[in-house]
């Protein structure tokens, strides 16, 4: 029976010295949180530069594809209407018209719902006027046609944020 004591003793005072051992190691030490803290930084300045930089070619890509369809739909008014659109005013974009130069210096955010744009959408050629995912003082879309009257060419400009430069596309008579 001392055998066993004896046992349980030092089975006893080897679990007590191991627990001390491992209370008296709580956490981690300055070095390993600093070193961490840095990887984390790091990893999340990398992954919002790169989601910033999804994100802008998503707008250029957008503004690409706006333009196009935009110049498809001109095409096809000028085809049922033997002219283009017709421009009032020197301003004709997406942030609103001015008889003066662009960009407008008060910003209407959109295109004048008066001008035959709207003729684009109740025609069937656009489901709606195309507004810049900006569509800032910096970023809209510019429209130009032809002068004068019937207006059977023209371009409509977008400044891309990728390479910080204008995407033009061109039109001329059917």
């Known amino acids: 029976m001392k055998t066993c004591l004896t046992c349980a003793s030092i089975i006893?005072?080897?679990m007590v010295s191991h627990m001390k051992r491992f209370l008296g190691t709580k956490g981690f030490t300055l070095i390993e949180m600093?070193?961490?803290?840095s990887i984390i930084s790091l990893l999340s300045t990398v992954g919002t530069s790169s989601y910033t930089n999804v994100l802008r070619n998503a707008r250029d890509t957008k503004r690409r594809a706006d333009l196009n369809e935009f110049v498809k739909a001109v095409k096809l008014y000028q085809v049922h209407h033997h002219q283009g659109p017709t421009e009032v005013g020197y301003c004709q974009s997406s942030i609103g018209n001015d008889p003066g130069p662009c960009p407008p210096t008060a910003p209407t955010y959109q295109w004048d719902r008066?001008?035959?744009?709207?003729?684009?959408?109740?025609g069937g050629y656009l489901e709606e006027l195309p507004i810049d995912p900006?569509?800032?003082?910096?970023?809209?879309?510019y429209y130009e046609p032809n002068n004068p009257p019937p207006n059977t060419g023209g371009w409509i400009r977008a400044r891309l944020e990728g390479t910080d430069s204008f995407?033009?596309?061109f039109w001329d008579a059917p």
Request: glycine share 0%.
């Open 167 to 169: 995407y033009f596309v």
């Open 12 to 14: 006893d005072t080897m």
């Open 134 to 141: 900006v569509n800032s003082l910096e970023y809209y879309y």
């Open 34 to 37: 600093i070193i961490v803290i």
């Open 114 to 122: 008066n001008q035959t744009w709207t003729d684009l959408v109740t």
